[in-house]
């Protein structure tokens, strides 16, 4: 199992994905809005989206799990 966690701390502008879609390492999977900036937050692995861990508009800390892929 991976996990896709946040760089950095922001609130959740987009999330891309569901559970169930498959997704390439390098894909954008969410969104994030810091400081007036949209900073995309790729998958680093290849695989199915296991579980969306967060919602749209939910404040999220860098290191937080974003979504689990497995």
């Known amino acids: 199992m991976s996990q896709v966690l ?37 998958a680093e692995a290849t695989g199915t989206v296991k579980e969306v861990k967060i919602n749209e508009g939910d404040f999220v800390n860098e290191g937080d799990v974003l979504v689990e892929l497995e």
């Open 6 to 42: 946040a760089s950095m701390a922001g609130n959740v502008w987009k999330v891309l994905v569901k559970a169930g879609d498959a997704v390439e390492a390098g894909q954008d999977v969410v969104i994030l809005e810091s400081m007036k900036m949209e900073i995309p937050i790729a």
